[in-house]
Structures are given as C-alpha cells and as structure tokens.
C-alpha cells in the first residue's frame, strides 16, 4: 500500500532556493539603489561636446551655433543662475589614447566670470585632477594661468608665438582649453568639470563649510574678494573677523582662495588646492546617505561632459582615494623664467615635462 502524501504539509526550502532568494534580494538592492544614484545624476548639467579624432577635425562640418548646453544660464547669480561653458563648435575636443588604464586625468576649473551671461571669458582656476584606481591614490596638480603656451587644437594648427594658457578658454571654449593643454603638457584629459565661483560656494555650503588655516595677513586681502563676491551671490557671507583654524562658508572659502596682491600667484594656487583637498577630505568623511544626499541637493550646480555613470565611477574612484591626496604645480620652481611684457611664464618644457610626467605616471 503506497503512503499519502499530506498536501497541507509545509515543504522544506532546500540550501539552494534559500541561496536563490538571498541573491535576488541583493540584486534587486543592488538595481534599487543604482537607479536612485542613476536619477540622481541625471540632474547634473551635462554638457554636449563633441570629441573627434585629429582626422575628422581637419573635415569638420559646423553647423552648431555654440549653445550646446542646458541649466539655468539665464538667471543672473543671485537668483540661483550659473555660467554655461563656453562651447566652441570650431573647437570640438580632439581624442586622445588614455596614456594609463588606471589613470584618468580630469580637467577642473572655474571661469574669470562676473556673471550668468558673462560666458566667453578667462578661465581662471585650472587643475587636472589624476585619480589612480589601482593604486588608490588622487594628484591634484595646478596649472598656472599665465603660462606661455602654444595655443591651438592640433599641431598644425597650433600658433607660432607663445601666448597666457588662461586665454585659450576666451578664445575657443572648453575645445582649445583642452586641446592647448594636451599638446604643449603631453596629456590625455578627454572629461571636465566647469564651476563658476557661486556654484564652487554653493557646494561648499552643501558639507558644511572646510576648515581653513587663515594667516592674519590674509584676512584684510580675503575681505576683499569676500565683498566683491557677496554683490554677485544669491547668500552673502560675513567678512573675516581673525586669523587662524577656522570653518569657512563657500563665499570665504573661495574668497580666501582667490587672494591675488597679498603674494603670488603660486601661493593662490597653494590656497585652491587647500580648497580642493579639504572639500575631497569633507566628503569621503560623510556616511553614504549623506553622501546620497549631497549627490542630489548639487545637482545643476556644475557643468561637465561626463554622463551619469562616469559621475559615479569618478566620483567613487575619488572617494576611494582621498586619504592618499598629493599635490604639484606646473610650472616647478626654478623651471621657467618670466617674461615682462607681457607678464607670461617661459616654461623650461625639455625639464618640466618628465617631471610632470614622472608625478602623474611614475615614468
């Protein structure tokens, strides 16, 4: 006589189908929170530029008119605007072979702007930030802006005569910027990020302010560009009161950073890599939820041609990196002279680029 089966009887889960559960409920972990990050980004201020190879450029076809770009560019800053990248469609961004798998190099800089609608203008702070996956390291390096430089997007095309680095943004958008600097510093940025100074002070406001080590004599010469800055600003700020460690909101911080006649321009681009670190060291120090947070209270607040997952994987890499952060400047001390007029740096380049090439690389 065959035995029943009860069919009300619970059924034992085997190892498997427990397995089988778990790893669903990650992966769907795992998608919830990479489309909440993918929503996330996609508030970010991306910006169409085209990147070709030297061939295409020579049979360039234009047909854009330059306003590749979307975000607020209308408003002025103190309604909550920002400047929209200059876009030169005669200056598409030629590609360059990644020199290092492992190494991305990102352009950062901010714009010499007085306003929303003042786009074509100087690009002021420049820094290619190096970020090293295996390696697990993040090289911030200042580009000086009144390098002599051969500007232009090829080498044919390139002027005979130097001229300031700042001006190649003037002269033909974010394109020419990045060309210039590739050819004359044997680099391979293909990706940027553009601030202008009110949305460099809004993100800075978003963690809280960075903790700045202010000497007495730069308070009067922060002051300054504190005051000039708080007509421009939709949130003015207080003036400097002493020296010493202290917190400062975005428009000090940034005002604090700008400081031109107190020294040098070698020691401004000290005070934006300080910045720079600060900001880096605030934020891989937040909880992931913060961090969450962060992502989506700055969205719109800068311009860049990384699509949404670049974001991610950059900004992750950098994270990852943020306790081993070193810092250069280009040009080193005792590699270049100056020439009076105009005022320009004359980089002693046969020396100076196997030292850049040697920091960024280790070659």
Not at 20 to 31: E, H, K, P, Q, S
Not at 45 to 57: A, C, G, R, W
Not at 160 to 166: I, P, Q, R, S
């Amino acid at each position: 006589m065959s035995k029943k089966h009860n069919n009300s009887a619970p059924r034992k889960t085997s190892w498997k189908q427990i397995l089988l559960r778990i790893l669903c409920a990650i992966l769907g972990l795992l998608i919830g929170c990479s489309l909440y990050i993918y929503k996330l980004l996609g508030g970010f201020q991306y910006v169409v530029t085209p990147i070709v190879s030297e061939k295409e450029y020579e049979t360039l076809v234009l047909t854009a008119d330059g306003s590749l770009n979307g975000g607020d560019v209308d408003s002025s800053w103190a309604d909550g605007g920002h400047t929209r990248v200059y876009v030169d469609p005669e200056h598409p961004i030629i590609e360059v072979k990644q020199k290092d798998k492992n190494v991305e190099n990102i352009l950062v800089f901010g714009v010499d702007s007085r306003g929303s609608d003042d786009y074509k203008c100087r690009s002021d702070a420049m820094m290619v930030v190096s970020i090293n996956k295996e390696e697990e390291t993040v090289k911030l390096i200042s580009l000086m802006r009144d390098t002599g430089v051969y500007i232009g997007d090829t080498k044919s095309t390139q002027s005979t005569t130097l001229d300031k680095l700042t001006h190649a943004y003037a002269y033909g958008g974010v394109g020419l910027l990045i060309n210039t600097i590739n050819l004359n510093f044997d680099l391979d940025i293909q990706r940027f990020v553009m601030l202008d100074f009110g949305s460099a002070a809004d993100i800075i406001d978003l963690v809280g302010g960075v903790e700045i080590d202010v000497s007495p004599e730069e308070v009067k010469y922060a002051n300054y560009v504190i005051t000039e800055m708080n007509t421009l600003v939709e949130n003015p700020a207080p003036l400097l009161t002493s020296g010493g460690k202290q917190t400062l909101s975005g428009v000090q911080a940034i005002g604090w950073s700008r400081i031109r006649y107190l020294d040098s321009d070698f020691v401004r681009t000290s005070r934006q890599r300080t910045v720079a670190t600060a900001l880096i060291n605030k934020v891989s120090s937040m909880n992931y939820l913060s961090q969450m947070a962060l992502i989506e209270d700055s969205t719109g607040m800068f311009e860049t041609n990384m699509q949404k997952m670049d974001l991610a994987r950059v900004g992750l890499n950098g994270i990852t990196g943020a306790d081993n952060i070193s810092e250069y400047r280009v040009p080193e001390d005792g590699l270049y002279t100056v020439q009076d007029n105009p005022w320009m740096m004359i980089v002693n380049m046969d020396t100076q680029l196997p030292k850049l090439k040697e920091f960024i690389w280790g070659e």
